[in-house]
């Protein structure tokens, strides 16, 4: 009889999670190091990649991200300083917008691709009904954290 | 005013992001609330794991809650003193073999524990609440599989 898996043993989700933290970030960090790139800064990766679609709403980006508006100007600095974006203020109206780098498109190919690695190997791992319960699960994860107050 | 909902095309890692820090959120109001609010990170699974039988639970070796953390062992160690020193786990050599340790949550640690679990049981409900358990199913096989995708890398 097969062992088993890990799913159907009884782990909680949270643990679950724990276990599963880090696969994207492997995968992604092994790209960004096949383009000489080590230094984007934890959460940048996701700052680039909602540059990289075509996001250009802060506030989105920042509830996307579940961060304060402090860290993401933090993260926001750091890129800027090291080159995977730039920051241009209208002097109108003194909004801030952001645009990728050449750098920062190389970062943005590298999240891609890592991403991609993962995803077709998930792909591989779980049935069609599965990848569906999996999205769905995360979703309503998602918006159960959307509905508690503000820690 | 748009109707499309904020998951619609999401990749899975922001997806993934989001739906940890419900489990976060939630747990870490329940800390807070419960006056533990200094719990190191990975300390609530290192809790949550041991008996919390009143009002002497019982020790576990802490090799096996070291083990069952999947840190290295020396962040692993360091997450045990930093529950000792902070009152949530008391340590004692093990009477049967002076050189192996067992841990114990104290009052606080049950305390803890509980707050913990209480939070964990609530998003559990909700979950259920919004998808089928097949959906579930596929929740829990994504998420071991991605720990798999992650051991191959």
């Not at chain 1, 996307?64 to 209208?90: A, C, E, M, P, W």
């Not at chain 2, 340590?91 to 305390?111: E, H």
Request: charged share 30%; with cysteine.
């Amino acid at each position: 009889m097969p062992a088993p898996s890990i799913a159907d043993t009884y782990i909680s989700i949270p643990e679950l999670m724990r276990l599963a933290r880090g696969s994207y970030k492997r995968a992604i960090d092994a790209q960004y190091a096949a383009r000489g790139i080590d230094d984007v800064p934890s959460p940048g990766g996701y700052v680039i990649a909602y540059l990289a679609s075509g996001e250009e709403s802060i506030p989105e980006m920042i509830e996307g991200l579940g961060i304060r508006k402090h860290q993401y100007n933090q993260f926001v600095d750091s890129l800027v300083l090291r080159g995977f974006i730039t920051r241009d203020v209208d002097p109108d109206t003194g909004r801030a917008s952001f645009a990728l780098t050449e750098r920062g498109r190389a970062a943005a190919e590298a999240i891609v691709e890592g991403t991609r690695i993962v995803d077709e190997e998930l792909e591989r791992s779980l049935s069609p009904r599965d990848i569906v319960g999996l999205r769905r699960g995360l979703i309503a994860l998602g918006e159960i954290k959307r509905s508690l107050p503000e820690p | 005013m748009s109707d499309r909902r904020w998951y619609q095309d999401v990749p899975l890692p922001l997806l993934m992001r989001e739906a940890r820090d419900a489990y976060r959120d939630a747990i870490g109001r329940a800390l807070a609330d419960a006056g533990c609010d200094d719990i190191p990170r990975n300390g609530a699974f290192a809790l949550v794991g041991l008996d919390r039988g009143a009002p002497e639970p019982a020790f576990s070796p802490q090799a096996h809650v070291v083990a069952s953390l999947g840190l290295s062992k020396q962040a692993a160690s360091q997450l045990i003193d930093t529950l000792v020193l902070r009152e949530y786990l008391e340590r004692r050599a093990d009477p049967a073999d002076r050189r192996r340790m067992g841990v114990r949550l104290t009052d606080r640690g049950r305390t803890a524990a509980i707050a913990i679990q209480t939070a964990i049981d609530r998003i559990d409900a909700a979950i259920a609440q919004l998808i089928t358990a097949d959906e579930l199913h596929g929740l829990r096989a994504g998420l071991a599989a991605f720990r798999v995708v992650r051991e191959r890398q």
